[in-house]
């Protein structure tokens, strides 16, 4: 007997429509929330022993097509942060000054954003909460970045993106 195989939950698998099951409207696909976001915390950059913060999200298809237009790898990567980085908020001057920030904590956050977009919102909660013992957080229209407590803050550790090579030009 073999056994059975388990598929990621984004994994695209042709299927047949459930009894009683009606396709998806053009509205309700719009209407999906499905940027992905998560906490880091860049070892790279720390206040009194303490790492700092920031909070991101997945690019959106029209901005991954502007990142990937940059013809400099450096400007890839620092409008990356001006477009995902949402706590805080950068401008395009103040992103272009990253240039002149610890290389590896620049890419690794930036690789981690282009990654982002490949993962499912409960998985990442799912992985955050696992590894920490913290609670979900809320998603959607209850997701607020000023939700975050303490231990949901320490525990978005899933940014610190292992050694992967993920170039701009390959999101």
């Not at 696909?29 to 991101?56: E, F, K, M, N, Y």
């Not at 400099?72 to 980085?85: N, P, R």
């Amino acid at each position: 007997m073999s056994e059975p195989s388990i598929t990621h939950p984004q994994t695209f698998m042709p299927s047949k429509l459930a009894a009683g099951e009606e396709y998806a409207s053009v509205e309700a696909i719009l209407q999906c929330s499905d940027l992905p976001h998560a906490t880091l915390h860049i070892p790279h950059w720390r206040i009194g022993g303490v790492s700092l913060a920031i909070r991101v999200r997945a690019l959106s298809l029209v901005e991954r097509d502007r990142v990937q237009r940059e013809e400099d790898t450096v400007a890839q990567y620092c409008l990356t942060w001006q477009l995902a980085c949402v706590v805080p908020t950068f401008t395009p001057e103040q992103a272009n000054a990253l240039a002149n920030k610890n290389p590896h904590a620049v890419e690794q956050a930036a690789r981690f954003i282009w990654l982002l977009s490949a993962l499912d919102q409960e998985w990442i909660d799912h992985v955050v909460s696992t590894a920490t013992d913290a609670p979900p957080i809320a998603t959607g229209a209850d997701a607020s970045p000023a939700a975050d407590t303490g231990q949901t803050i320490r525990a978005r550790r899933v940014g610190r993106a292992s050694g992967g090579k993920v170039q701009p030009a390959a999101i």
